[in-house]
Nanobody, 121 residues
């Protein structure tokens, strides 16, 4: 059993910054790709950023140059640094990881519960 706990969401003014964290717990052996997704009200969930096990990153077009994803494997945590936030960044942000536990022989997908980010003056 693996659980993800996201934190760092909240209310921020346009142009401000937030840092999201997603910490995993459980009988973890290792991670493959880790990522962040978001879903705004009335819209489909979309990719924000992903980071592979080798550190390669990929970003959604709307956040390139403003957001940075990183990971700390020793802490079982993935981060999302969000700068120059805009009202259109308002959404629930979810982390997703591909994790292998000490009792599984493959990586499987786990989602966090989401954290709300509101960008408004």
């Amino acid at each position: 059993q693996v659980q993800l706990v996201e934190s760092g969401g909240g209310l921020v003014q346009p142009g401000g910054s937030l840092r999201l964290s997603c910490a995993a717990s459980g009988n973890i052996f290792g991670f493959n790709t880790m990522g962040w997704y978001r879903q705004a009200t009335g819209k489909e969930r979309e990719l924000v950023a992903i980071i592979t096990s080798t550190g390669s990153t990929n970003y959604g077009d709307s956040v390139k140059g403003r957001f940075t994803i990183s990971r700390d494997n020793a802490k079982n945590t993935v981060y999302l640094q969000m700068n120059s936030l805009k009202p259109e960044d308002t959404a629930v942000y979810y982390c997703k990881v591909y994790v292998m536990t000490t009792t599984t022989a493959r990586y499987f997908e786990v989602w966090g519960q989401g954290t709300l980010v509101t960008v408004s003056s």
